[in-house]
């Protein structure tokens, strides 16, 4: 198996976080079922060999480029071969930057990337698939992700931009209000914008990077109860945390760090 994290150019690094890249081959008898649960993010997957199952109340072949948005539950995913496949990770409020509708549209929903940008996208998936180094299909991507970016601005993106740092400074644990008043915003417009460029209510996101930051903290202090480190992440009792656990992973915080192998944050 080989993972690389890749950093963006300096004109995208403002609105993305990193790409990842990961190859690996599931032979016949070995394959193994991967949950997703949410991470904070926004991401565009290509995929260049065998695709992934996703695995819910139907099962589906992911197509080969997929715009994934912000996630409010699980579900797993079962590789069906030879795997390799590149992703780009937007930072939280910047995915709406390069598509025409708002992102809240793809809530816990992944759409054909052909769907959102026309027929550019195919072109894009052919011209990637003639390119042998990830370098050269990294820079590729790169100057479709410029050709989008420069259709699109929004004045409201730098207050949404310091609500996130407000966010992640507090690790989740921060009022709704303290939010819209850092902003200098009314609740409902707050929300109106956050969830158009983010993708998720305040309310709804706080959850997801709380369940995060829980996640880092384990990876922090692996000998904490989970009555420690449910208040060490600002939930308020131990069953609080076991609530949220089981709503966007589908078991316990218990059963997630004994079966899960080395969990670890993908915010954090």
């Not at 420069?150 to 407000?166: A, D, G, K, P, V």
């Amino acid at each position: 198996m080989q993972f690389r994290l890749i950093k963006p150019s300096p004109l995208l690094a403002p609105y993305i976080r990193q790409y990842w890249y990961l190859e690996m081959d599931a032979r016949e008898g070995m394959q193994k079922t991967e949950r997703v649960v949410p991470n904070g993010f926004v991401e565009m997957t290509f995929h260049f060999s065998d695709r992934l199952m996703r695995i819910g109340e139907t099962c589906e072949m992911q197509p080969g480029i997929i715009i994934s948005g912000q996630k409010t539950g699980f579900f797993d995913v079962l590789p069906t071969g030879r795997t390799e496949m590149l992703s780009v990770q937007f930072y939280p409020h910047s995915a709406g930057l390069f598509f025409p509708f708002p992102v809240s549209e793809l809530a816990d929903y992944s759409l054909h990337l052909e769907d959102a940008v026309g027929t550019v996208a195919r072109e894009l998936e052919e011209q990637l698939q003639d390119l042998s180094s990830l370098e050269e299909r990294v820079a590729h991507i790169e100057r479709f992700l410029l050709h989008l970016l420069s259709r699109n601005t929004t004045y409201q993106w730098n207050r949404i931009c310091h609500t996130i740092h407000l966010i992640n400074n507090a690790k989740g644990v921060i009022s709704v209000s303290e939010l819209a008043d850092a902003a200098c915003m009314s609740r409902k417009q707050q929300e109106r914008e956050f969830k158009k460029m983010v993708g998720l209510s305040p309310k709804q996101y706080l959850k997801v990077i709380r369940f995060q930051s829980a996640l880092y903290a384990h990876q922090q202090f692996p000998g904490d109860t989970l009555t420690e480190l449910a208040y060490r992440c600002g939930y308020f009792d131990q069953s609080h945390m076991i609530n949220d656990f089981r709503q966007l992973s589908g078991i316990t915080p218990g059963q997630y760090f004994s079966e899960c192998e080395a969990p670890y944050s993908d915010y954090f």
